[in-house]
């Protein structure tokens, strides 16, 4: 917060709700920015088991060279907080709207690049190393293009209704999957194997980067427009040092990382494993089920919506801690689900994407009243990235690995421990429910 700023917030001369903007405006903003960042996330999940293992490891077989592309698809996450500390450093010498046009058109190439990748039997290795390349550069990107718009929201909404409005950046997930899958059904439906693997899977990825374009076009209309920098300034919505923020909030971080690992957990349960362990492990058509996962993430959606109105009347602390509860629960049943046929695997989609959009409904900036006011912008990202990495970045690795070797029952236990990380989180932390209620 520069001198300024600080003198007018000690004078009173700054009244945040005197100058409210209209929540509608922000939520636009949210829902267009976290689309298109999960559209581009799960366009090259779904590459990662339909296209992946055979173009980049063909000289493995099928359940390995999947690992292998889980492996590479953690990546990102792990690069994603280098991405924030690098790019809160651009912002605070350059601006917001800087920053922001150099990491989505940094994420857009790397997309858009990862769609002109050759084969292993045309470079070798250099396939292997240039994939890696690319995906550690869509994580660096991702931690750039944190606007700061979800805290805003969330900070510009009547009291009593921050649980409808927090579970809007939320509703990015599954609209961007529901996106993603229906165009990959469509080119693995009308294309012949061969040409599928050959060009067809390629056409998601430059989609991808046409929807960046513009997501960075509505983006920035918003967060450099006047009132919103002004509205940035008053919230002191400002980026700060990322080891300074850490020192000062270590703890609500370490909360708001654990906090919605059961979300997380169960996030990757049912939109990448699934997917990867009925292409390896079935004869089904790939295009089949991912039209399932598009009438799922429908029920998501909905699910998403009720969980704004759930929260406004229980406490979102108290509908997390009876989401990660439903989620414990559901892991003793969900992998026999998935492995009972066309059926068992609609029913575990759609009641988990039920579940999932219940509890991953109000993840999204749960901690971000407890921050003090200087730290909420910087605070709120890094704890977004750790939550990701902790909580998603190794699912699907995890999963295949576990089902491979020790049978999908096992799968279950990954489900539970996230439920459990999730209650101790709640249950050390009561300043959680007190901020948001």
């Known amino acids: ?30 829902i267009i920015g976290r689309t298109s960042e999960y559209f581009d996330f799960f366009v090259y999940a779904i590459a990662s088991v339909v296209v992946f293992p055979k173009l980049v490891f ?25 991405g924030t500390m690098i790019f809160m450093w651009a912002e605070r ?30 470079v070798g290795s250099a396939t292997i190393v240039a994939l890696c390349v690319l995906r550690i550069g869509q994580g660096l990107a991702l931690g750039g293009t944190w606007d700061g718009l ?39 439906s009308i294309l012949s194997p061969a040409d599928f693997l050959q060009w067809g899977w390629r056409y998601p990825f430059f989609v991808a980067f046409a929807v960046n374009v513009v997501a960075l076009f509505a983006r920035l209309r918003i967060v450099v427009a006047k009132e919103f920098i002004a509205s940035f300034e008053r919230r002191y919505l400002e980026p700060e040092p990322v080891l300074r923020t850490l020192r000062e909030e270590g703890r609500n971080v370490v909360v708001g990382t654990f906090a919605p690992l059961a979300s997380l957990a169960l996030f990757h349960m049912v939109t990448v494993f699934p997917l990867s362990w009925v292409f390896i492990f079935t004869t089904q058509d790939t295009s089949r089920f991912l039209l399932i996962t598009v009438v799922a993430a429908a029920f998501g959606v909905a699910a998403i919506i009720a969980s704004g109105a759930l929260a406004d009347r229980f406490g979102r602390r108290t509908l997390l801690g009876a989401g990660a509860v439903a989620i414990a629960a559901f892991s003793g049943f969900a992998p026999q689900l998935l492995d009972a046929g066309n059926v068992g695997e609609a029913v575990f989609m759609i009641l988990g994407f039920i579940l999932l959009g219940i509890s991953f409904g ?7 009243s407890n921050f003090a006011p200087q730290n909420r912008y910087t605070a709120s990202a890094i704890t977004s990235d750790l939550s990701w990495l902790f909580g998603a970045g190794f699912a699907p690795f995890v999963a295949l690995f576990l089902s491979s070797n020790f049978g999908l029952l096992s799968t279950g236990a990954y489900l539970l421990s996230g439920a459990a990380c999730t209650l101790i989180a709640l249950l050390t932390s009561s300043r959680l429910d007190r901020a948001e209620r």
């Open 1 to 30: 917060m520069n001198p300024q700023m600080a003198a007018q917030a000690a004078s009173g001369r700054t009244n945040p709700r005197s100058h409210s903007l209209n929540p509608g405006d922000i939520a636009i903003g949210v």
């Open 58 to 82: 063909p000289h493995l077989d099928p359940v390995t060279g999947t690992l292998y592309s889980f492996a590479i698809f953690a990546l990102a996450f792990i690069a994603r907080p280098f």
């Open 93 to 122: 010498n350059f601006g917001k709207g800087v920053k922001m046009t150099i990491a989505l058109f940094m994420l857009g190439t790397a997309t858009v690049s990862i769609g002109f990748l050759p084969s292993y039997e045309t």
């Open 150 to 188: 979800a805290p805003l929201l969330a900070l510009n909404v009547p009291e009593k209704r921050r649980g409808w409005y927090a579970m809007v950046p939320q509703l990015g997930a599954p609209l961007g999957l529901m996106i993603a899958s229906a165009l990959f059904a469509y080119f693995i």
């Open 362 to 368: 109000q993840s999204s900036g749960s901690v971000a």
